[in-house]
C-alpha cells in the first residue's frame, strides 16, 4: 500500500458545526502532516505529527483540532469555522529523518457556510 | 531562512514543444529538492526528487530535472509536452544542516501552472 487516503473528499459544514477530517496510511511512517492549500497557492503546513506525538504547530487556530490515535491515523477536528477557512485540506507522510518526500493524500475540498 | 522561487507563476507551450518550468533555491547548503505536480482537484503527486546522489534525476510521465549547485537551480524539464500534461508544478525543499541531516519540513514554492496548447 503506496497512499494516503483522505475522507471525506468534500464537506459542507456551517459555522456551528463540529466535523472531522481523516487520513489515514499503511507504509509504516512515522511522521504525518496537514496542509492547508488555498485556491491558486501553495500548501501551508499547519501540524507535524512524528512518532504519534504533535511537533509542530504553525501557530493554527484553535478551532483546528489535529489528533494521531495511532501511527496509521491522522485527524483534524473542525469546530465552529470561518468561511475563510474554506480550502483544500491535504494529509501527508514521510519517513522519520529520511527524506524521499512527502506522500499526499488527495484531499478534502471543505466549504464553511 | 530557506526560500524556494519558481519564475513564472503561469508557462504555456504547444503539444509537442519542450517543457522547461524554473526553480531556484536560496540556501549555502543544498537542500533535499522535489517537483510536485497537482491536477485539478487532486492532492499532490512527486514527480521527482533530489537527495545528492545524481545531478540528473529522472521521474514519472518523461520529466526529469538537473541539479547545478553553480547556479541554485533544479529546473524541470520534458522534451515533448502532452496535453495531459496541463497542471500546477510546485518546487519544494527540505532544508539541509551542515552535515547533511534534514532539518525542517517541506517548503514550497508558490507554483507554476503549465498549460499546453494543442
Known amino acids: 500500500d503506496t497512499e494516503v487516503t483522505q475522507t471525506p473528499k468534500h464537506l459542507v459544514m456551517g459555522m456551528t458545526n463540529k466535523k472531522s477530517l481523516k487520513c489515514e496510511q499503511h507504509m509504516g511512517h512515522r511522521a504525518m502532516y496537514w496542509y492547508k492549500q488555498k485556491a491558486k497557492k501553495p500548501p501551508e503546513l499547519m501540524f507535524v505529527y512524528s512518532y504519534e506525538k504533535l511537533s509542530i504547530n504553525e501557530s493554527v487556530p484553535s478551532r483546528f483540532s489535529p489528533e494521531c490515535p495511532n501511527s496509521s491515523l491522522l485527524n483534524l477536528h473542525l469546530h465552529a469555522l470561518q468561511p475563510e477557512d474554506s480550502a483544500l485540506y491535504l494529509c501527508a507522510s514521510s519517513h522519520e529523518g529520511i527524506n524521499y518526500g512527502y506522500t499526499f493524500g488527495s484531499g478534502t475540498r471543505l466549504t464553511v457556510v | 531562512a530557506q526560500s524556494v522561487t519558481q519564475l513564472g507563476s503561469h508557462v504555456s507551450v504547444s503539444e509537442g514543444a519542450l517543457v522547461l518550468l524554473r526553480c531556484n533555491y536560496s540556501?549555502?547548503?543544498?537542500?533535499?529538492l522535489f517537483w510536485y505536480v497537482q491536477y485539478p482537484n487532486q492532492g499532490l503527486q512527486l514527480l521527482l526528487k533530489y537527495t545528492s546522489a545524481a545531478t540528473l534525476v529522472k521521474g514519472i510521465n518523461g520529466f526529469e530535472a538537473e541539479f547545478k549547485k553553480s547556479e541554485t537551480s533544479f529546473h524541470l524539464t520534458k522534451p515533448s509536452a502532452h496535453m495531459s500534461d496541463a497542471a500546477e508544478y510546485f518546487c519544494?525543499?527540505?532544508?539541509?544542516?551542515?552535515?547533511?541531516?534534514?532539518?525542517?519540513?517541506?517548503?514550497f514554492g508558490k507554483g507554476t501552472k503549465l498549460s499546453v496548447k494543442p
Open positions: 519544494a525543499v527540505i532544508p539541509r544542516g551542515a552535515y547533511g541531516g534534514s532539518q525542517g519540513n517541506l517548503i
Open positions: 540556501s549555502s547548503v543544498p537542500p533535499y
